[in-house]
């Protein structure tokens, strides 16, 4: 039963909100796709992703050198091997299937960021067995926050300060691994 108050094909205002969200929705996914860094290509795509499962041999390969241990007693190597298996399996379906996607972007001036990225996660596993994990994971934490992320300072300081928290708790007194460490 149609409102006698409203004029003949008026529509509802339920309706003319989903029709203002909807062409809000199209504005901004165009607005990315503008902003949005061209595509690179399937060479590219495939490159990424040998990239990647390079470094994951390289990982499982490092890990397993360092010890697996057994279930019960897990070494330091174990679950960065598990992780490096998982980019291997990730890494193999993506070079088969990934082909004809459309996600490699070109090179661009953004594209150092992931450079800044790979540099201090460097840093960090240079560091770590001189000084221990808890400041060298507290830095790369508040930068990757801080000038990659672009967040506020006190959100970076309040999120690395209880990230590190929570890695200690969970990796060092719950698991028990042996990472190298201040305290």
Partial sequence: MSDPTKPP?????QAVAAMDLQEEADRLQAELEEARPPHA???SQVAATVVALAVGVFGAVGSYALG????TQPGPG???FAISVVIIVLSAVLVV????LQD???????SLLTAVGLVT???????LPVIGFE???LLLMFIWLRWLGKESWRSSIVISIGAVAVFYVLFVLLLQIPLPRLI
């Fill in 68 to 71: 697996l241990g057994q279930l």
């Fill in 9 to 13: 094909g008026a529509q509802p205002a």
């Fill in 121 to 127: 996660l460097v840093g960090l596993a240079a560091l």
């Fill in 104 to 110: 490699t972007e070109r090179f661009s001036r953004s």
């Fill in 97 to 100: 299937t990934g082909r004809n």
């Fill in 41 to 43: 290509g399937p060479i």
């Fill in 78 to 80: 174990l679950w960065p």
């Fill in 135 to 137: 400041i060298p994971s």
